[in-house]
Nanobody, 124 residues
Framework: QVHLVESGGGLVQAGGSLRLSCAATGRIFSIRTMGWYRQAPGKQRELVATITSGATTNYADSVKGRFTISRDNAKNTVYLQMNSLKPEDTAVYYC??????????????????WGQGTQVTVSS
């Protein structure tokens, strides 16, 4: 069984910072792209940032210059440093991974694996 375990969400005032972490646990064979998405009430889930295994990053325009995504390949963990937070950043943040895991003795790829989500609330 594979899990994406998120942590670091919470309540912060506008202008503050939070750091999210997401660790992939279980019988992991390899992880390609990892990323963060968010979903605000009444809105569709949207991309926040992604990072490849080679550390190539991609950001939504709305977070460029404020958020930084990074990863520790040895720990199968991705981070999202969020600075200068705004009320409009309030959402449930979900970790996502394109990974291959050992299913029995066979490597099995899942290109869209999701965590359970962590709430980020930014007060004005």
């Amino acid at each position: 069984q594979v899990h994406l375990v998120e942590s670091g969400g919470g309540l912060v005032q506008a202008g503050g910072s939070l750091r999210l972490s997401c660790a992939a646990t279980g019988r992991i064979f390899s992880i390609r792209t990892m990323g963060w998405y968010r979903q605000a009430p009444g809105k569709q889930r949207e991309l926040v940032a992604t990072i490849t295994s080679g550390a190539t990053t991609n950001y939504a325009d709305s977070v460029k210059g404020r958020f930084t995504i990074s990863r520790d390949n040895a720990k199968n963990t991705v981070y999202l440093q969020m600075n200068s937070l705004k009320p409009e950043d309030t959402a449930v943040y979900y970790c996502n991974a394109d990974l291959t895991y050992w299913r029995g003795s066979s490597p099995t790829r899942v290109n869209d694996y999701w965590g359970q989500g962590t709430q980020v609330t930014v007060s004005s």
